[in-house]
């Protein structure tokens, strides 16, 4: 006998309305799959890349009759300046494209090399043990310890400000996040069963590393990557706007903060808007970590 409506109500399986279920379907696709965070880092990603395509101004070229145009939607706007002006004229739409792309060379550049170096000196220190595991953690300790953004304005001071110091200044920042975490897992897997199965059937070190180590810390290493990018780009844009990072007039989002911070009163807009790029992109990518840390670790994988 098919049961009441009143009895359905009473077990909890009364059918919702169409629109609820609806509702709570996308609510679970959006929980279980970082829907939000991957558009928002598809857009940088488009930016950068098609920024030449998108760009409705040249990003360096401004004049004194521009200057401090609102954006597009209000009274004193124009659609030739879509998120109006800085103090120089300049269109901040095409200024923030440009720095999109210039973001995403500088993260993604110290990500790769900083996701190598760390990798392997977390692998080597936590497989070879001894004097040289004593090594590389007092190297790590003894960086940590530095003040970075000192140590690169004094690395400006003395060899000027350019492109190839912020990269490497970049890698150095880069690197260390990886090694104690890598370390760690590795000292777990190499006292696996096959691992000892492998020494004794007389494979070689570099197998025994690449073939038997790194797959079981390579989930843990792209996480912890996820997580760095936001950071890279986070002190890149802290770099920028100390004068340490792309030199001028090079558009980058540090760079238009700064240089709008003086003009916030009269024309929010040149802040405002880089300044939300990089929240709403370190955020995306703190959420994408979380969420890869979930799928990655099977003990803390969500039902």
């Known amino acids: 006998m098919a049961l009441q409506e009143d009895d359905l109500r009473v077990l909890g399986l009364h059918e919702r309305p169409p629109v609820i279920r ?41 004049g004194i009759r521009d200057r401090h145009i609102p954006p597009a939607w209000t009274e004193e706007g124009t659609m030739d300046h879509i998120l109006g002006t800085d103090h120089s004229g300049r269109d901040v739409f095409t200024r923030t494209l440009y720095g999109a792309r210039i973001s995403l060379a500088v993260a993604s550049a110290a990500l790769l090399s ?20 004593e090594i590389i953690t007092r190297i790590v300790d003894i960086w940590q310890a530095l003040p970075f953004l000192m140590v690169a304005l004094v690395c400006v001071m003395i060899f000027g400000q350019s492109t ?46 690449i073939r038997h180590i790194l797959p079981g810390v390579i989930n843990t290493a792209v996480v912890i990557a996820t997580l760095s990018v936001g950071s890279l780009i986070l002190a890149e ?16 989002w540090g760079i238009m903060v700064a240089e709008a911070r003086g003009y916030l009163k009269t024309a929010w807009w040149p802040a405002i808007f880089p300044g939300m790029s990089i ?12 969420w890869l840390r979930d799928k990655l670790d099977p003990r803390l994988r969500q039902l």
């Open 114 to 133: 900083g996701f190598i170096i760390g990798t392997t000196l977390g692998i080597v220190s936590g497989y070879a043990g001894g004097w040289i595991d």
């Open 237 to 252: 844009a802290a770099l920028s706007f100390l004068g340490a990072g792309v030199p001028a007039p090079t558009p980058a």
């Open 279 to 290: 929240f709403l992109v370190v955020l995306s990518l703190n959420f994408m970590g979380d």
């Open 164 to 209: 190839t110091l912020l990269l490497s200044l970049m890698v150095l920042l880069a690197w260390h996040p990886f090694v104690r975490v890598i370390r760690s897992q590795t000292l777990t897997i190499k006292n696996q069963p096959y691992v000892d199965l492998a020494r004794v059937a007389g494979a070689s070190l570099p197998r025994i590393l």
């Open 22 to 62: 609806e509702l709570r379907s996308i609510w679970i696709f959006i929980r279980n799959w970082p829907v939000i965070p991957i558009t928002i880092l598809s857009l940088l990603i488009l930016s950068g890349v098609l920024a030449d395509v998108l760009a409705t101004q040249d990003p360096r070229k401004g």
